[in-house]
């Protein structure tokens, strides 16, 4: 079977890239090796809930995410997006703008400033210092940097929220300031991540794409350093060669860690295969745990849109964040019950696979979350989760040029995608942004219908 260009993966950079490649008229397969379709953004029901392996919003101010679906004919109406941040400081949630009041606000204005001032080119000479690093040129006063490195420990899952990376934290904040005049714009999608990716993949088979699910690609095949498909797991026996599906085109929508395992040794070049190593590692990678909360009233601070952070809980001492999906779209709850998620970031490097120290966390967790939000006493059920897999922490050096680019030197026709990838943005909506990259690096021309949109 011959394709024009074989997508591996259908998270959302992949379902974003083989979307656009076949309404170039590309001919188009996807091929995902689970079920589901989204990836790390799946989602599926649980005693009638909605929910996903991670705690999902969207940071799209409408040209990712949104702008793709519209181009491909998938309508993305979105909830009214988030109203308030309240902040735990141990004494208590209190409003964020109450961290920066007084003279403090004049140093967050002049970042703010700074930052909208600023060309996207410019802030990749940042990617080697932390967040505070950068805003210290502009003020000295902890409140301001509280509230962008409170923002920071919502969008990427921050352990060390001080060692946030400024390229990275600074490209958000320009975009969204600059597109909606806010820090940030979150919302969901209404009805949900299933209904949408759904969506999106009917559009794709609809433009003439196909999606080969379950389907698990063994190894991109390259001869001579130009990529001729995919071989495709013999079900029966791995022992036996699978189907071969040939393509002059392969985009791989895998995170770092999946990447070298879809080579054979020696063909991915040398100094990307390093930069593979190192993003991969476990002490790396973006991690938390955290439970599911149903119950008969909202488990707040304060809002039922809120986006609620802490650096501390009392017992763990580890940062996070709290959501009530239900406040965003009362569909994703059965009537009368409130879907809440509350999510603390640990640190890889010590505790990673680490079972027994799992277990205790999660029994302190439940009582920092029954003391932080004292409405999960009455809980209907929790539902406790761990997520290692969320991504590449946006320390300072492991972000930017460091990460693989969508073009991968040395080899025709190979291109990668998705969030572990030189990409900008938070969670989907930065897996988004690369999915157009991804598409407009195979086409090898800038679709002018995103011509006006903001890209790393």
Same mark, same amino acid.
């Given at each position: 079977?011959?394709?024009?260009?074989?997508?591996?993966?259908?998270?959302?950079?992949?379902?974003?890239?083989?979307?656009?490649?076949?309404?170039e008229g590309r001919r188009v397969a996807i091929v995902e090796s689970h079920r589901y379709l989204g990836g790390r953004a799946m989602s599926h029901r649980h005693r009638g809930h909605e929910i996903g392996l991670g705690s999902?919003?969207?940071?799209?101010?409408?040209?990712?995410?949104?702008?793709?679906?519209?181009?491909?004919?998938?309508?993305?109406?979105?909830?009214?997006?988030?109203?308030?941040?309240?902040?735990?400081?141990?004494?208590?949630?209190?409003?964020?703008?109450?961290?920066?009041?007084?003279?403090?606000?004049?140093?967050?204005?002049?970042?703010?400033?700074?930052?909208?001032?600023?060309?996207?080119?410019?802030?990749?000479?940042?990617?080697?210092?932390?967040?505070?690093?950068?805003?210290?040129?502009?003020?000295?006063?902890?409140?301001?940097?509280?509230?962008?490195?409170?923002?920071?420990?919502?969008?990427?899952?921050?352990?060390?929220?001080?060692?946030?990376?400024?390229?990275?934290?600074?490209?958000?904040?320009?975009?969204?300031?600059?597109?909606?005049?806010?820090?940030?714009?979150?919302?969901?999608?209404?009805?949900?991540?299933?209904?949408?990716?759904?969506?999106?993949? *009917?559009?794709?088979?609809?433009? $003439?794409? %196909?999606?080969?699910?379950? +389907?698990?690609? &063994? !190894?991109?095949?390259? *001869?001579?350093?130009?990529?001729? $498909?995919? %071989?495709?797991?013999?079900? +029966?026996?791995? &022992? !036996?060669?699978?189907?071969?599906?040939?393509?002059?085109?392969?985009?791989?929508?895998?995170?770092?860690?999946?990447?070298?395992?879809?080579?054979?040794?020696?063909?991915?070049?040398?100094?990307?295969?390093?930069?593979?190593?190192?993003?991969?590692?476990?002490?790396?990678?973006?991690?938390?745990?955290?439970?599911?909360?149903?119950?008969?009233?909202?488990?707040?601070?304060?809002?039922?849109?809120?986006?609620?952070?802490?650096?501390?809980?009392?017992?763990?001492?580890?940062?996070?964040?709290?959501?009530?999906?239900?406040?965003?779209?009362?569909?994703?709850?059965?009537?009368?019950?409130?879907?809440?998620?509350?999510?603390?970031?640990?640190?890889?490097?010590?505790?990673?696979?680490?079972?027994?120290?799992?277990?205790?966390?999660?029994?302190?967790?439940?009582?920092?979350?029954?003391?932080?939000?004292?409405?999960?006493?009455?809980?209907?059920?929790?539902?406790p989760h761990i997520v290692t897999t969320y991504g590449v922490i946006c320390k300072p050096g492991l972000v930017g040029s460091v990460r693989p680019d969508t073009y991968v030197r040395g080899l025709e026709g190979v291109w990668?995608?998705?969030?572990?990838?030189?990409?900008?943005?938070?969670?989907?909506?930065?897996?988004?942004?690369?999915?157009?990259?991804?598409?407009?690096?195979?086409?090898?021309?800038?679709?002018?219908?995103?011509?006006?949109?903001?890209?790393?």
């Open positions: 079977m011959k394709y024009d260009v074989i997508v591996v993966g259908a998270g959302t950079a992949g379902l974003v890239a083989g979307s656009l490649l076949a309404k999902h919003l969207v940071e799209d101010p409408g040209d990712s995410l949104s702008r793709a679906c519209e181009y491909i004919g998938v309508t993305m109406e979105h909830s009214e997006r988030s109203d308030s941040m309240p902040f735990w400081d141990r004494n208590g949630w209190k409003p964020i703008q109450e961290f920066y009041g007084g003279a403090a606000k004049q140093g967050l204005k002049r970042c703010i400033e700074a930052v909208t001032g600023t060309e996207y080119s410019e802030l990749d000479n940042w990617d080697h210092a932390s967040l505070r690093e950068w805003m210290a040129q502009y003020t000295n006063d902890e409140g301001v940097f509280l509230v962008w490195e409170a923002i920071s420990v919502l969008e990427q899952i921050t352990f060390r929220w001080w060692e946030h990376s400024a390229s990275e934290n600074l490209y958000t904040r320009k975009l969204h300031y600059e597109k909606k005049r806010t820090a940030g714009y979150s919302f969901w999608p209404m009805g949900g991540w299933e209904k949408l990716w759904n969506e999106m993949a *009917e559009s794709f088979t609809a433009m $003439g794409g %196909e999606v080969l699910q379950p +389907e698990t690609v &063994e !190894r991109v095949v390259v *001869e001579e350093r130009q990529v001729k $498909g995919v %071989e495709l797991r013999n079900k +029966e026996d791995r &022992e !036996r060669p699978g189907t071969f599906l040939e393509a002059d085109q392969v985009v791989i929508n895998a995170p770092v860690w999946d990447l070298s395992k879809l080579f054979d040794e020696g063909v991915l070049p040398w100094d990307l295969q390093q930069r593979i190593r190192l993003l991969a590692n476990n002490r790396n990678k973006a991690c938390w745990l955290g439970y599911w909360i149903a119950a008969k009233e909202p488990v707040i601070a304060s809002s039922e849109r809120e986006m609620a952070s802490f650096f501390a809980t009392p017992r763990t001492g580890m940062p996070g964040f709290t959501l009530n999906f239900t406040g965003y779209d009362p569909s994703i709850s059965p009537e009368g019950e409130y879907l809440t998620c509350f999510g603390a970031a640990f640190d890889a490097t010590e505790h990673y696979g680490d079972r027994q120290w799992y277990d205790s966390m999660f029994k302190k967790l439940w009582l920092d979350v029954e003391d932080m939000l004292p409405a999960a006493k009455h809980a209907l059920w929790k539902k990668l995608t998705g969030d572990t990838t030189r990409a900008r943005g938070i969670g989907i909506d930065k897996a988004a942004r690369s999915g157009i990259t991804a598409a407009e690096a195979v086409l090898g021309k800038r679709l002018p219908f995103f011509a006006d949109t903001v890209r790393y």
